[in-house]
């Protein structure tokens, strides 16, 4: 018999002293993101493709389903009384909770569609979330709460809407995936203690903005891409997915670096991918199963934020690499 998510988050509970709000908190994003995968699966056929024909904070197009799964998130957590606050990628601001509802100990930072280029073409997609301590316990949280490093974090977790449904997870008990059993609705445990290996032959950057890369990310790319011959000695493989969800667990399964450096494209944005849900989450997430996220320069983990929609640049993934890449900075 496979582990529930129920059952493993009340191991955790009675093993490592989980608290049972945030247990109770993690079943609710789990059920919204089961929501989320099942308007994913309809296609066509249930209306959520295209665009909504508004635009988000970051300037970007929202899909359809970028605002839908934004709402199913908001609607699910709003009411449970575990949290004091919402913050998300497609909202200007925080989200507060309505008054209806009491104020709880948590803050949910979420990227609640990440590979929004893909939903159109059929290829996976996800969702990212985070959980930060609330500073206000009861209280309504502004956006200054939600401006705590990366290590603060209690949780992180994304899903991928592909072939399958997973979910995989961190309460800093290292990583667990979670496969959506679509008979029973329920999340299984089918791996545990994910650990990745630290040497890797496979990378994924957009290879279309090397020539706005920083000359360390150049040399490093280049040598990678000399192969055999070159100074590394080995040949590299090369998979970008388009979704940060399915490329990370691409790595979390058999290891490689993911890379999205800052470029000059526009001097004003250290990187395309935002801190707040995507580089903390996944960060937290990659070291649990024991590889290394930093910034070039920087763990992610120690960046003090300083605002919600604040960008980085992200490297992570198998250690080794991780560190190379870094030391060229
Ligand atoms: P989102 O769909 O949430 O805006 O995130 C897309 C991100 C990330 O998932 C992916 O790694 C990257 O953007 C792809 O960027 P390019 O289109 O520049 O390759
Ligand atoms: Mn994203
Ligand atoms: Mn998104």
């Known amino acids: ?24 908190l993690l079943e609710t994003v789990a059920r ?18 295209g665009n909504a024909g508004t635009t988000n904070v970051q300037g970007e197009a929202q899909k359809k389903l970028d605002l839908l799964s934004n709402e199913i998130l908001f609607e699910a957590n709003c009411w ?27 803050l949910l930072l979420f990227d609640p569609l990440d590979g929004s280029s893909n939903i159109d073409v059929n290829v996976s997609i996800g969702t990212i979330f985070s959980v930060l301590p609330s500073p206000l316990t009861g ?13 603060r974090q209690v949780c992180a977790g994304y899903t991928v809407y592909g072939p399958q449904t997973s979910l995989v997870l961190t309460v800093g008990h290292g990583v ?24 890797t032959c496979e990378f994924a950057i957009n290879m279309s903005n090397a020539r706005h890369w920083e000359t ?35 790595i979390m399964t058999r290891g490689g670096i993911f890379m999205y ?25 990659i070291e649990q199963a024991g590889g290394a996220a ?26 080794n690499e991780v560190e190379r890449v870094t030391s060229y900075h």
């Open 80 to 106: 449970g009384g575990h949290l004091a606050g919402m913050a998300s990628e497609e909202m200007h601001g925080p989200m507060g909770i309505p008054v209806a509802y009491p104020r709880g100990k948590y």
């Open 176 to 199: 667990q995936v979670f496969t959506l059993d679509r008979d029973t609705g329920s999340f299984l445990l089918t791996q545990s203690d994910v650990k990745i290996p630290v040497d």
């Open 261 to 285: 450096p800052r470029d000059a494209r526009d001097p004003a944005k250290p990187g395309r991918l935002r801190l707040m849900y995507e580089g903390n989450p996944m960060a937290f997430l």
């Open 32 to 49: 919204a993101c089961k929501t989320i995968s099942h308007a994913v699966g309809k296609g066509a056929l249930g209306n959520v493709l």
């Open 216 to 250: 360390p990310v150049k040399r490093y790319v280049d040598e990678l891409l000399a192969g055999k011959t070159g100074p590394r000695g080995t040949d590299f493989n090369m998979r970008w997915v388009a979704s940060m969800v399915a490329d990370v667990h691409r």
């Open 294 to 319: 930093t910034d070039g320069r920087r763990r992610i983990l120690d960046i003090e934020p300083t605002k919600l929609h604040e960008r980085v640049a992200v490297f992570l993934g198998s250690s």
């Open 139 to 151: 209280e309504d949280a502004g956006e200054a709460a939600f401006l705590q490093s990366g290590a």
């Open 1 to 24: 018999m496979k582990l529930s998510l129920t059952h493993y988050l009340i191991r955790c509970e009675r093993e490592h002293g989980l608290d049972s709000d945030l247990r109770l």
